[in-house]
């Protein structure tokens, strides 16, 4: 079974830092490109950042350039996203998703997602 898994999301003060992680289980993120994505309440599903696991390239959106770095770890399957310079528009959940793809564009399809992680950034 294909399945993703966010961790290290929390509650931080603007200004502070987290590090996401999103598992992969049930195949190799090899030759993916991996997804975040950032829901805000009441508001739609927006990108974050990609990376291309086949030779790490990356494509951030406008929100997370100069803050995010997404990497990846191919021995433990894991890719991470660290944000830093939090402020409070930065809160909601965030989702990792994968697709079989050598390079990340927008408007890739993907069809595995994860469950998302809370993050909420706040004095």
């Known amino acids: 079974q294909l399945q993703l898994a966010e961790s290290g999301g929390g509650l931080v003060h603007p200004g502070g830092s987290l590090r996401l992680s999103c598992a992969a289980s049930?195949?190799?993120?090899?030759?993916?490109?991996v997804s975040w994505f950032r829901q805000a309440p009441g508001k739609e599903r927006e990108g974050v950042a990609c990376?291309?696991?086949?030779?790490?390239?990356?494509f951030y959106y406008d929100a997370a350039k100069g803050r995010f770095t997404a990497s990846t770890d191919n021995s433990k399957n894991t890719v991470y996203l660290e944000m830093h310079s939090l402020t409070p528009e930065d809160t909601g959940v965030y989702y990792c998703?994968?697709?079989?793809?050598?390079?990340?564009?927008?408007?890739?399809?993907?069809?595995?997602w994860g469950q998302g992680t809370q993050v909420t950034v706040s004095s």
């Open positions: 990376i291309a696991t086949e030779d790490d390239s990356t």
């Open positions: 998703a994968a697709t079989p793809s050598y390079v990340c564009y927008d408007g890739l399809i993907y069809g595995s």
């Open positions: 049930g195949f190799r993120l090899n030759y993916h490109a």
